[in-house]
C-alpha cells in the first residue's frame, strides 16, 4: 500500500461519508490548543473512543509500505493530537521530543549493524507504548524515551512473550481497530525536511507486546523471532520477575504494577541477548526465527508446512480428490512432453495404466488428510500404492498435488471476482431496467463460470482472466467503487445495531467494540483486483469509448462461436450475414474520434481481431495445435560461424531448417539457449505451421484454414467484401497476438522440460554415488576374528596425492567409527623407483618402508587412492608389493587396494564442513579422511556437504547443472538423500555420540532440519539414550503424525542396551518394522514358533524367532493378511511379508555392494574425462615430444641396398635416407657402428590433457613421408584427430592427415542434425569467402614513416583517386600490399590509365624506414628521387609525346569492354571515310597498363600490336626507340615483316594486373620464378586471336579463340615452386610479383627470343642482362639468328586441362607418333591449317635440325628408367647440355605436372614441335612437375624469370603480320 494510503487525498473523502456529528467530532479534533485543563483531555479521550469505528482493518503486514498514516495503530486510547502542544499528566516533569535526532539514530544503526529507516522507524517503534495507554499524558526525559525503546525491543523477559504469543489472537482486533482511529488533520501540522506530516503519540510506561510490535522488530532486524527458543538461555535471570503475569492476567492493573513492571526492565539493560550477539540472517541460517519455532511445535511432518502451497486437508464429503487424481494422471503421467526427453521404449514404461488413478487418490488422501510423507507410503503402505506407482511417482503425486491446490487457489479467487462483476452488473441493470444494454457491455453469463470451472493450467487461467479483463477492466473501477460503498453501509448499520444493543442493556456506548476482519477488508481486495487492470490508455479502450465494439457484433460470429469453429475444424457455427456492406455500417459509426470510414474499419479489425485473439478457447486450441507442429529455424550468427566449430555441443544444429521441435531431444534446448545468450545463434520459431490433414492432399497453412472458418460462401459483393474483412481480422489475431505469445510460451515450456532432464540427470548421478553399502572385505574364515573382525565395521587407509611433487602426500587410517587414529606423510611416493637420480630413489624407498611399518601397524582393511591422475596406478602397484611382502612375512590377509573417485573428498577438503572438523590438517590429509570414510559409508561421507551452505551443490553431476534454478536442484538432490535414507534407516542414538551422522537426521520422513535439530539438543540435554520408539513421544515430545512417520526409519540398536536398562527392550526397535504392526510381528512369531497360549511370550518368541528365521516360511501370511481385512486393518498383504523379510534379517544393507570400477571408469577417473568430452574422432590439439624408429635387424642390414645419389655422388642409407655419405663404405660404418636408428614409423605426441598419442607415419600426411622430422617438429603443437582410444593403455592413436582432420568423408565428425540445412550453409560460407576475397583487395597497406612530397601512407584506392584529378605523368609512392620491404610506385599514364610499379627495398633498419637501396627488377637506386627523375619521369615523357601525336585516341572502352574492339570500330570507320589509305591509331591501354595499342587496317582485318613505353623510350617487336618518330619510320618500312615470337621481353619495370586477367580460386602464391597461381584448370592462352578477341577475354579454360601463335598453358592446381634450377635462376635474376586483387603472384615463365640482347646459351652464371636500348639488334641480326631455330613456344601439361579450341592443344607438331616426320598437327580451325600450312613450306628448311634434336630427346626420355626419373633432379649443367624436351620432376608441395618449351626465336606462324616426352609425365601421381622445352640450341636456364610488368599472358606484345591475308 502506498505511504500514508495517501492520507491527506483521502481525507476529504471519508470525511464526505461521516455524519454531520461526527464530521464536528473531527473538528473539533483537529482545533485542540495548547490547553493544560482536565475537562480538554477528557473530551479528547471521548472523541477518540468515538473514532473507533474508523476503522482501518488492513494487515499488519501490509504496514511496512503505509502504515506510517496511521501512526496511532497500536493504541485503544492514544491521543490524536500530534502537533497541538497538549500537555499531559505529569508522572515526569521533563518534556518528551519522542523524534530521535539524526545523531542517535547514527549510533542506533552503528550498534545493531542495520540501516534504520529514520522516520517510519520512529513511529513503528513508538506503537510498542501505544497499547497501554489509559488516556493519561506523560511527559518523560528524551534520553529516558530512547532508553524505553531499547529495553523493550531487547529486554523482554520470555514470560512475557509467551502471554504475547497466547494472546496475539485475542488482541488482534484491537491492533487493527487503532489502525483507522490515528489518522488526524492535526497531523499536518508539525512537517519533516520534504513536507511530510510526524505525528506524535504519548509514550506509556509499561509495554505490552502484541503483533504489531513484534513487526517493529522485525523491520529494524529483518527477520522474524523466536524469542521462546531462546527463552530457555535466560530461564533463571528472569525467574523472579512475575510482574509481567499479573499484568497480563489483569488488563486494567494500577499504575504501581507498571512501573513495577519497569523497573525490572530497566534492572536488565546491561544484560547481552541473544539478538545482541548474532546477525539475522545467522539467526536465519541457525533456524532460530518465529517461523522457525512454529514450525517445530506444529505436529505436522516440516516439508509439508515449507512446500509452497502447504499441505492442506480436504473437507469431508469433497469430491475434490477424484478430481485431483484424474487431473494429476492426465498432467503427471499421461501428457507428453512437447520435445523428446524420453526415448520411446522408455515413454512406454513410464505411462501408467488407468488403475493408477485409484492409487493417485489414495497416495492424495494419504497425504492431504492423514498428513504421511512420501517415504512413510512407499515403505508401509505398498498396498495402496504398488505395483503402478514407485516412490519416485509418490514424490511426483506430491508435487503435482501443489501445483492443483495452487491451481484450486487462483481458480478460487477469479471465481470470486467473477460474483462480483455479476452481481454488480445485475445491480446496475435493475437500477434502470428500461435502459438498453450499451454495446460495449458484456454481460457475465453461466457458460463464463463453466469454463473457469473447466480450467486445468495456469496458462489456460491466465487466458480467461486476460479475457475477463479485456471485457469488463474499464467496468472494475466502478465494481469496486459500489463495493466500497455497500462495505461502509454495512459497517454503519452494525454499528447502529451494536449502540442499540448497548443502550437497551445500559452499558457504555463508546466501550462496544467492533471486530473486523482483515482478510475480508473490502478494500484491501479491491486493491488487490486493480492491480490486475489492463491500462486504460491501450488502443482497444480508445475504440470501445468511441463504440466500436457495436460494430464488431455486427461481423457474424462471437469469439465463441468462432473459437468452436476452430476447436471443431468445421463451421459448428454458421456466420450470420449483416445486410449493409461494411463501408454503409462503418458510416453510422463515425465521429470525432474516426472521421473517416477508413478509420472506422481499421479500429473495428481492431477490436475483432483482440476479441479472437483475447478468446480462452482459441487460444487453448491454438496452444494445442502449435505445440504439436511448431518448427524453428536455427541460424549461425557472424560470430558464431567462426565459433561454432565441432567441438561445440550445437555444432550438429549450426544450420537447421525447419525442426519440428518435437525433435529436441533431452537438454538440447539448453545448449541452444545458451549460444543465443552468447550471441553465436539465432533461433527463430516459424510462426507458419501445418494445418489440419487434408483428404485431398498434404496440410495446408492453418491460419488460412482458421480463415475459412470464419468465411460465408456465398459470392456477392456485401459477402466477399465481409468475408475479406473477416479474414484480415482473423490473420491480425492470430499473427500479431496469439502466435507471438504462444512462442513465448513454447520457449518457457521448452527450457522447463531441458531443465527437468537435467535435474533427472543429476539425481540419476547421486543416486549411483549414494547407492552403494559400505565395503565389506572378503576374508578367509582364519581371519574373522581378533583384529581383522569386521563385525563393527572396517578400518580403511585413504591416501591423498597431488600430482606437483612439491606437496607432499597424505595417507589417515580411520577406525570402525569413522575416527582418524593416525595418519603418515609421504613427501616422497611419487618419485620413481627406476630413477636414475639415486637421491630419489632412497627417497622414495624411505617412503615405501615408513608406508609399510604404518600398514602393518594399523592393519587396514582396504587401502584406498584418490584418482587423481595416473600416478594413482604406480602408487597402486607400490603398495600392492608392500601387502604382498607383508601377507609373506607378517600373515597378513590379502588386503585389496582400490582406486576410488576423489571429486567429493577434494570439495570436502575445501569446504566449511571440513575446515572446522579438521582446523589443522592440510588439504591432503583431509582428502586421505574423506577417502577413508567414503568406503566405510558413502551415504554419510556425502551427506557431510548437506549443510547449510548447501556445498553439496559444489558436486559436478551435469554440464550443465549451472543452467537449472538452484533451489530446484537442492530440492531434488534432497529427494534423493531422503529415499537413501529411509532405505537405510538411522541410528539416534549413535548421532549423539558421533556428529559425523547428524546431516542425515534432516532427510528423515516426517522430521527436517528444525524438527532434527530440536529432536537431537533434547536428547544432548537430557543426557540419556534412547531406548525405545515410544521415548520418541515421552521424551522428545514428538506429536503423533510425526511420530508416525518418522518412527520406523529411526532405528535402535538393542543388542547395545543390553543390561545397562531397566526398561523393557523392544527387539523390534531395531527393525524397520513399523510400531502400528508390532503386535502382527509378534503374532506371526508366536505362530511361528507354535507355543499353546498358556506359554504365549511375545518377547521370547520374538528373540527365538531371529535367531532362527527359517520357521518363518511356513506361515501363510495371504490368510493371515484376508482375517486382517476382514477385522476392519485394510490390505496388509505385502506389508506383512515385508515383517517376514525383516525378521529374517534385521535393517539389512539393500544398497548395492561396492563394486571395482571397470577399465573404462578408471580411465575416466584417472584422466578427468567423460565419453562427451573425449571420444573417437574429436579434433584436439597435441605437442609432439618425439619420434619413432623400426630399427633394422640382421638380415635387413645383410641385404640392405644403399643408394648412390647422381647429382652430388654421395650415398644414401636405405633405412634412415641419410645422404651425405661420401663413400658406399661410410654406410656399412654407419650399420656396424649400429648408429643407424633404422626407419621412421611414426610420432609420439601429448595430449592437452596429458594422455601420450601416436601418430603413425602412414597417418602423418595425405603424401608419403619417408622422414616426420621434416614435417614437424618436437615441442612444435599441431592439430590431429582421435582415431582409436586404448583405454587399458591410456594412449591414443591419432591423424594428421589433412583428409582426417578436414572429414572428407564425413567419419569423423558429430552427425549433423537430421534437418541441418546444408543448402544455406553453403551459400553462407561461399559469401565468407567472396568477402575475405574482397577483404584482400582491400588489404589494408602497413603505415610507413617516410618523408617525401611523394610518399602518401594510402591504400590502392585512395591513391588512384588522388591521381585521377593530377596531370598526366604525376607519381604517388605508397605502401605496397606485398610486404614491408616493397613500395609501390603508381603513376597516371593516360587518363583513367595507371601503371603500378613494384620497388623492392634493401637495407632496411626497420619494417617502417625507407631501405638504403632500391631495387626496381634488377636496377639499383639510391632514393625514391632517383626513381622519380631517372625511371618513372623518362617514361612519362614518352607516353606523353606518344598521347600528344596526330594519331593517338582517347581509349574510351567500358569498364567490361573489349579494347581491341574499341580500335577495331575506329579504324573501320576511318576506312569507310578513306578506303585508299592504311590506317592505324595509337591507344593507351587499360588492361595492361604501360603499353599502348598500335591498331591498324591493311586491308579487312585489322592488326593490334602493342608498344611498350620505356625509360629509353619505346620497345616495338622488341626493339628500342628514342622518339615516337623513330619508331614510325621503323614500323612503316617493317610493317610487312613477319612477326616477333609470342613471347615478349620482359620489360624491368612493374605494373598491377586488371582484374579481367586474373583468374579466381588458385591455389598457394608462387615459390619460384616458374609458377603459376591464382589459374583453376583451364589455360591461359596468348596470342592475337584471329577473330580478334583481346587476352582479357580468354580466363579460365577453354581458350578458344588462340590462334596459331598463341601459347596455351593449362594449369590442374595452384602454383609451387620448380626445382634447383628454378631456384637457381630465381635467385639470379629475382623474382617479383606483381599486387594483384586476389592476393596471388602471377608469375609467368619469360621466353627468350631472338630480339633478347646477349642472351649466352653456355654460361650459366653469367652477368644479368643489359638494360634495352644499349645494343638493339638489327633485322638481319634477328633473322641470322632466326635461322637457328624452329617451332614455336608451346604448353604441354599432365594437368589434363585442355587449351585452345575444345580442350585439343593447337599447332603442336606430335613428334612422338607416325607424323614424327614433322607432316601431322592436331586440332585447329579450317583457317589455322591453311595458315599453317603456309608457314611449314616457308620454314621446311629451318625445321630439320630442331627435329633432330627433338628426336634424340624423344629417345633419350624414353630410355631413362621411370623411378629414375621421379627420384632425379636435373642440374643445370644437365639442362644446358640436354635437349629442352628432358622431364624436370621439380618438387611444388602439389601434384600439379607442367610441360614446357620455350624457343630462342619463333618466326611468325612457325610450327610449335609437340612433345610427348617422359619427362611430361614423370610427375604422374607424385609432386614433380615434368617439364618438355623443345629447341635446336641447349636452351640457357637463365630464362629471365617474370617481373612486375611481364605480360600476364602469353598474347601480350604479340605482334600481327603486315600483309594482306588475301
Not at 492520507?7 to 467530532?25: C, D, G, H, I, P
Not at 599472358?1849 to 600481327?1856: A, E, I, P, R
Amino acid at each position: 500500500m502506498a505511504e500514508f494510503l495517501d492520507s491527506e487525498a483521502e481525507e476529504s473523502e471519508e470525511e464526505e461519508e461521516l455524519e454531520l456529528n461526527e464530521r464536528k467530532k473531527l473538528k473539533k479534533l483537529k482545533a485542540v490548543v495548547s490547553d493544560s485543563s482536565e475537562e480538554e483531555e477528557d473530551d479528547e479521550e471521548r472523541l477518540r473512543e468515538e473514532l473507533k469505528d474508523l476503522i482501518d482493518d488492513r494487515p499488519i503486514e501490509e504496514e511496512d509500505g503505509s502504515g506510517d498514516s496511521d501512526t496511532a495503530s497500536g493504541g485503544d486510547d492514544d491521543d490524536e493530537g500530534g502537533g497541538s502542544g497538549k500537555k499531559r499528566k505529569k508522572h515526569q516533569d521533563d518534556d518528551l521530543d519522542d523524534r530521535l535526532e539524526d545523531d542517535d539514530y547514527d549510533l542506533i544503526e552503528e550498534n545493531l549493524g542495520v540501516k534504520v529507516e529514520r522516520r517510519k522507524r520512529f513511529k513503528r517503534l513508538r506503537r510498542i507504548h501505544d497499547n497501554e495507554s489509559d488516556g493519561e499524558e506523560q511527559h518523560v526525559d528524551e534520553g529516558l524515551a530512547r532508553e524505553q525503546i531499547a529495553e523493550q525491543l531487547f529486554d523482554e523477559n520470555d514470560e512475557s512473550i509467551e502471554h504475547r504469543s497466547e494472546r496475539s489472537p485475542r488482541h488482534g482486533e484491537v491492533d487493527a481497530f487503532d489502525e483507522e482511529d490515528s489518522e488526524s488533520d492535526a497531523d499536518d501540522f508539525i512537517v519533516d525536511d520534504n513536507g511530510r506530516p510526524i505525528a506524535e503519540k504519548k509514550k506509556k510506561r509499561r509495554p505490552i507486546f502484541t503483533d504489531a510490535s513484534l513487526q517493529e522488530g522485525q523491520d529494524i532486524f529483518g527477520v522474524d523471532f523466536d524469542y521462546d527458543d531462546f527463552s530457555k538461555y535466560e530461564e533463571d535471570e528472569y525467574e523472579d520477575d512475575s510482574e509481567g503475569d499479573e499484568y497480563d492476567e489483569d488488563m486494567a492493573g494500577g499504575d504501581d504494577q507498571r512501573v513495577k513492571k519497569k523497573k525490572a526492565l530497566k534492572k536488565k539493560v546491561a544484560k547481552k541477548t541473544i539478538f545482541d550477539i548474532y546477525e539475522p540472517s545467522e539467526l536465519k541460517r541457525g533456524h532460530f526465527t518465529d517461523l522457525d519455532n512454529e514450525i517445530r511445535k506444529t505436529d505436522i511432518p516440516e516439508r509439508m508446512q515449507l512446500r509452497q502451497v502447504p499441505v492442506t486437508p480436504v473437507p469431508e464429503g469433497s469430491l475434490e480428490l477424484d478430481d485431483e487424481a484424474d487431473w494429476i494422471y492426465q498432467y503427471a503421467f499421461c501428457k507428453n512432453t512437447v520435445s523428446e526427453q524420453e526415448k520411446a521404449d522408455n515413454r512406454e514404461k513410464m505411462r501408467k495404466p488407468p488403475t493408477a488413478v485409484k492409487k493417485i487418490k489414495q497416495t492424495l488422501e494419504f497425504i492431504r488428510n492423514q498428513q504421511l510423507e512420501v517415504p512413510f507410503i512407499a515403505f508401509y503402505r505398498k498396498e495402496y500404492v504398488k505395483p503402478e506407482l514407485n516412490i519416485d511417482d509418490l514424490w511426483k503425486v506430491y508435487y503435482f498435488d501443489e501445483r492443483w491446490c495452487q491451481l484450486n487457489e487462483r481458480k478460487r479467487k477469479l471465481k470470486a471476482l467473477f460474483e462480483k462483476m455479476r452481481q454488480f452488473q445485475l445491480d446496475t441493470l435493475c437500477a434502470d431496467t428500461e435502459k438498453p444494454l450499451p454495446d460495449d457491455v458484456r454481460l457475465m453469463l453461466d457458460s463464463d463460470f463453466e469454463r473457469l470451472n473447466d480450467v486445468q493450467s495456469m496458462e489456460e487461467l491466465k487466458d480467461v482472466h486476460m479475457y475477463f479483463l479485456l471485457n469488463y477492466s474499464h467496468e472494475l473501477p466502478k465494481m469496486q467503487a459500489e463495493q466500497r460503498r455497500k462495505q461502509l453501509q454495512e459497517r454503519r448499520e452494525d454499528r447502529a445495531r451494536r449502540k442499540a444493543a448497548a443502550a437497551e442493556n445500559g452499558d457504555d456506548v463508546d466501550a462496544v467494540p467492533v471486530e473486523v476482519d482483515d482478510e475480508d477488508d473490502p478494500e484491501l481486495l479491491l486493491q488487490d483486483e486493480q492491480l490486475k487492470q489492463a491500462p486504460n490508455s491501450s488502443p482497444y479502450a480508445v475504440f470501445r469509448k468511441a463504440g466500436i465494439c457495436g460494430f464488431a457484433k455486427h461481423f457474424g460470429l462471437t469469439p465463441e462461436q468462432f473459437a468452436e469453429n476452430l476447436r471443431d475444424n468445421y463451421q459448428r457455427n454458421e456466420v450470420t450475414q449483416e445486410s449493409l456492406g461494411p463501408l454503409e455500417l462503418a458510416k453510422q459509426y463515425l465521429s470525432p474520434r474516426f472521421m473517416t470510414t477508413d478509420e472506422v474499419m481499421h479500429a473495428a479489425k481492431y477490436v475483432v481481431a483482440r476479441q479472437l485473439a483475447q478468446e480462452p478457447l482459441l487460444r487453448k486450441t491454438m496452444r494445442e495445435v502449435y505445440f504439436d507442429r511448431a518448427r524453428l529455424n536455427i541460424r549461425p550468427t557472424k560470430n558464431g560461424m567462426v565459433l561454432i566449430d565441432e567441438n561445440s555441443p550445437v555444432y550438429s544444429m549450426k544450420y537447421v531448417d525447419k525442426k519440428p521441435v518435437g525433435d529436441l531431444f533431452g537438454d538440447q534446448f539448453i545448449k541452444l539457449l545458451m549460444a543465443e545468450e552468447e550471441k553465436l545463434l539465432e533461433i527463430t520459431f516459424l510462426e507458419e505451421f501445418e494445418g489440419n490433414a487434408n483428404a485431398n492432399g498434404p496440410p495446408g497453412d492453418y491460419v488460412e484454414e482458421a480463415k475459412a472458418l470464419y468465411n460465408l460462401d456465398q459470392f456477392s459483393k456485401h459477402v466477399l467484401e465481409w468475408n475479406a474483412l473477416r479474414a484480415e481480422c482473423v490473420q491480425l489475431a492470430l499473427q500479431k497476438w496469439v502466435i507471438p505469445d504462444l512462442i513465448k510460451e513454447l520457449r518457457a515450456t521448452l527450457h522447463e522440460e531441458a531443465q527437468q532432464f537435467v535435474l533427472r540427470s543429476c539425481t540419476a548421478k547421486l543416486y549411483k554415488w549414494l547407492k552403494v553399502a559400505p565395503y565389506k572385505p572378503e576374508l578367509p574364515q582364519d581371519y574373522k576374528y581378533d583384529d581383522w573382525s569386521t563385525l563393527r565395521g572396517i578400518r580403511v587407509l585413504g591416501l591423498a596425492y597431488d600430482p606437483d611433487q612439491s606437496v607432499a602426500a597424505f595417507c589417515a587410517v580411520t577406525t570402525v567409527e569413522g575416527d582418524i587414529s593416525d595418519y603418515l606423510r609421504l613427501p616422497n611416493i611419487l618419485k620413481r623407483k627406476s630413477s636414475h637420480n639415486a637421491e630419489e630413489k632412497a627417497q622414495k624407498l624411505t617412503d615405501l618402508r615408513k608406508l609399510s611399518e604404518f600398514i602393518k601397524m594399523k592393519k587396514p582393511h582396504i587401502v584406498v587412492i584418490g584418482a587423481e591422475s595416473r600416478d594413482a596406478q604406480m602408487i597402486q602397484t607400490d603398495i600392492k608389493e608392500i601387502l604382498k611382502d607383508l601377507e609373506t612375512n607378517e600373515q597378513f590377509p590379502p588386503i585389496e587396494v582400490e582406486i576410488i573417485d576423489n571429486e567429493l573428498a577434494k570439495i570436502y577438503a575445501n569446504s566449511k564442513k571440513g575446515e572446522s572438523d579438521f582446523k589443522e590438517y592440510p588439504p591432503q590429509l583431509k582428502q586421505a579422511v574423506s577417502l577413508a570414510r567414503k568406503m566405510q559409508d558413502p551415504l554419510v561421507e556425502y551427506s557431510q556437504l548437506c549443510d547449510a551452505d548447501d556445498e553439496i551443490l559444489c558436486l559436478r553431476y551435469h554440464p550443465l547443472q549451472e543452467r537449472v534454478p538452484r533451489d530446484m536442484l537442492l530440492e531434488y538432490l534432497s529427494l534423493e538423500f531422503i529415499n537413501r535414507t529411509s532405505e537405510v534407516g538411522l541410528d539416534i542414538n549413535m548421532m549423539v555420540q558421533n556428529s559425523r551422522t547428524v546431516n542425515l537426521l534432516q532427510y528423515t520422513c516426517g522430521l527436517g532440519p528444525r524438527k532434527g535439530q530440536a529432536l537431537l539438543k533434547l536428547l544432548k540435554q537430557s543426557n540419556q539414550r534412547l531406548e525405545n520408539r515410544t521415548q520418541l513421544v515421552t521424551v522428545c515430545h514428538l506429536g503423533p503424525k510425526v511420530f508416525i512417520n518418522c518412527s520406523g526409519f529411526i532405528k535402535i540398536d538393542t543388542s547395545s542396551l543390553g543390561d545397562s536398562t531397566e526398561a523393557y527392550v523392544e527387539v523390534l526397535d531395531g527393525s524397520r518394522v513399523h510400531p502400528e504392526t508390532y503386535e502382527w510381528a509378534r503374532k506371526m512369531a508366536i505362530d511361528a514358533m507354535e507355543y499353546d497360549d498358556e506359554e504365549t511370550n511375545p518377547a521370547g518368541a520374538l528373540e527365538e524367532i531371529l535367531e532362527s528365521p527359517e520357521r518363518l516360511k511356513d506361515l501363510d501370511l495371504d490368510a493371515f493378511a484376508v482375517e486382517l481385512e476382514r477385522q476392519g486393518f485394510g490390505s496388509k498383504s505385502i506389508t506383512l511379508y515385508d515383517i517376514r523379510n525383516e525378521l529374517s534379517c534385521l535393517y539389512k544393507d539393500y544398497r548395492s555392494p561396492f563394486q571395482k570400477p571397470s577399465a573404462e571408469e578408471l580411465f575416466d577417473l584417472l584422466t578427468k574425462e567423460t565419453p562427451d568430452s573425449f571420444y573417437v574422432g574429436k579434433c584436439v590439439t597435441a605437442m609432439v615430444t618425439g619420434f619413432t624408429y623400426r630399427r633394422p635387424q640382421g638380415e635387413q642390414l645383410d641385404n640392405a641396398n644403399p643408394v648412390r645419389i647422381e647429382n652430388t655422388g654421395s650415398w644414401q642409407c636405405p633405412f634412415c635416407h641419410k645422404d651425405d655419405f661420401p663413400e658406399l663404405s661410410e654406410v656399412w660404418n654407419h650399420f656396424d657402428a649400429n648408429s643407424c636408428p633404422g626407419q621412421a614409423s611414426g610420432v609420439r605426441v601429448r595430449l592437452e590433457n596429458g594422455l601420450p598419442g601416436f601418430i603413425h607415419i602412414k597417418n602423418l600426411s595425405d603424401k608419403q613421408v619417408r622422414n616426420p622430422e621434416e614435417r614437424v617438429r618436437v615441442a612444435q603443437m599441431i592439430h590431429v584427430r582421435i582415431i582409436k582410444i586404448d583405454i587399458d593403455r591410456f594412449s591414443v592413436d591419432c591423424s594428421s592427415k589433412t583428409a582426417d582432420l578436414k572429414d572428407v568423408n564425413n567419419e569423423w565428425r558429430p552427425r549433423r542434425d537430421a534437418f541441418y540445412d546444408f543448402v544455406t550453409e553453403e551459400l553462407d560460407n561461399r559469401k565468407v569467402t567472396d568477402a575475405k576475397a574482397k577483404a584482400l583487395k582491400r588489404k589494408t597497406y602497413a603505415r610507413r614513416v617516410i618523408a617525401h612530397p611523394c610518399f602518401f601512407n594510402k591504400s590502392y584506392a585512395e591513391v588512384i583517386a588522388m591521381l585521377a584529378e593530377a596531370d598526366q605523368g604525376e607519381v604517388a609512392m605508397r605502401p605496397s600490399s606485398k610486404s614491408a620491404a616493397h613500395l609501390t610506385a603508381t603513376w597516371k599514364v593516360a587518363d583513367e590509365v595507371f601503371q603500378h610499379i613494384d620497388v623492392r627495398e634493401e637495407g632496411k633498419e626497420n619494417d617502417y624506414s625507407l631501405g638504403r637501396s632500391l631495387w626496381i627488377g634488377t636496377e639499383e637506386f639510391e632514393d625514391l628521387d632517383e626513381i622519380i627523375a631517372r625511371y618513372i619521369n623518362p617514361m612519362a615523357a614518352a607516353a606523353r609525346e606518344l598521347i600528344q601525336y596526330k594519331y593517338y585516341k582517347k581509349n574510351a572502352t567500358p569498364a567490361n569492354g573489349n579494347e581491341r574492339e574499341f580500335m577495331e570500330q575506329l579504324l573501320r570507320d576511318e576506312k569507310t571515310k578513306d578506303p585508299k589509305k592504311i590506317h592505324y591509331f595509337f591507344t593507351a591501354s587499360k588492361t595492361i597498363p604501360g603499353k599502348f595499342l598500335l591498331s591498324y587496317l591493311p586491308k579487312t582485318k585489322v592488326r593490334t600490336e602493342y608498344v611498350t613505353v620505356m625509360p629509353e623510350g619505346y620497345r616495338f617487336r622488341g626493339q628500342v626507340f628514342d622518339s615516337v618518330n623513330s619508331l614510325l619510320r621503323w614500323f612503316k618500312e617493317h610493317w610487312l615483316d613477319p612477326t616477333a615470337s609470342p613471347a615478349i621481353n620482359t620489360p624491368m619495370h612493374g605494373m598491377r594486373p586488371p582484374a579481367a586477367m586474373l583468374n579466381s580460386g588458385g591455389g598457394g602464391s608462387s615459390a619460384g620464378p616458374y609458377s603459376i597461381s591464382g589459374s583453376i584448370a583451364g589455360s591461359v592462352s596468348g596470342g592475337t586471336p584471329r577473330s580478334g578477341i583481346s587476352s582479357s577475354d580468354i580466363r579460365g579454360s577453354g581458350g578458344a579463340g588462340s590462334s596459331a601463335y598463341s601459347i596455351s598453358h593449362s594449369i590442374g592446381g595452384g602454383g609451387g615452386g620448380y626445382g634447383s634450377s628454378a631456384a637457381a635462376a630465381a635467385a639470379h635474376y629475382g623474382t617479383s610479383a606483381t599486387p594483384s586483387f586476389g592476393g596471388a603472384a602471377i608469375n609467368t615463365p619469360y621466353t627468350p627470343s631472338s630480339q633478347t640482347p646477349f642472351m649466352t646459351p653456355y654460361t650459366p652464371h653469367a652477368s644479368q642482362t643489359p638494360r634495352y636500348g644499349h645494343n638493339v639488334p638489327s633485322p638481319s641480326s634477328q633473322s641470322s639468328s632466326s635461322q637457328q631455330m624452329r617451332h614455336g613456344h608451346h604448353g604441354h601439361y599432365g594437368s589434363g586441362s585442355g587449351s585452345g579450341s575444345g580442350g585439343t592443344p593447337r599447332n603442336y607438331y606430335d613428334m612422338g607418333g607416325a607424323a614424327a616426320g614433322g607432316g601431322g598437327y592436331s586440332g585447329g580451325q579450317p583457317q589455322q591449317q591453311q595458315q599453317q600450312q603456309q608457314q611449314h613450306q616457308h620454314q621446311q628448311q629451318r625445321a630439320k635440325e630442331s627435329l633432330d634434336w627433338q628426336l634424340a630427346n624423344d629417345s633419350w626420355a624414353r630410355r631413362r628408367p621411370p623411378q629414375q626419373q621421379q627420384q632425379q633432379q636435373p642440374t643445370q649443367q644437365q639442362t644446358q647440355q640436354t635437349a629442352m624436351g628432358m622431364g624436370m620432376n621439380m618438387v611444388m608441395g602439389l601434384g600439379m605436372n607442367l610441360g614446357y618449351s620455350a624457343s630462342r626465336t619463333t618466326p611468325t606462324n612457325e610450327y610449335s614441335t609437340g612433345t610427348r616426352n617422359a619427362g611430361a609425365a614423370a610427375g604422374v601421381g607424385g609432386a614433380g612437375a615434368g617439364a618438355a622445352i623443345s629447341s635446336s640450341k641447349a636452351a640457357s636456364v637463365r630464362s629471365t624469370p617474370r617481373t612486375n610488368t611481364s605480360p600476364h599472358s602469353m598474347n601480350l606484345g604479340d605482334s600481327t603480320p603486315l600483309y594482306d591475308e588475301n
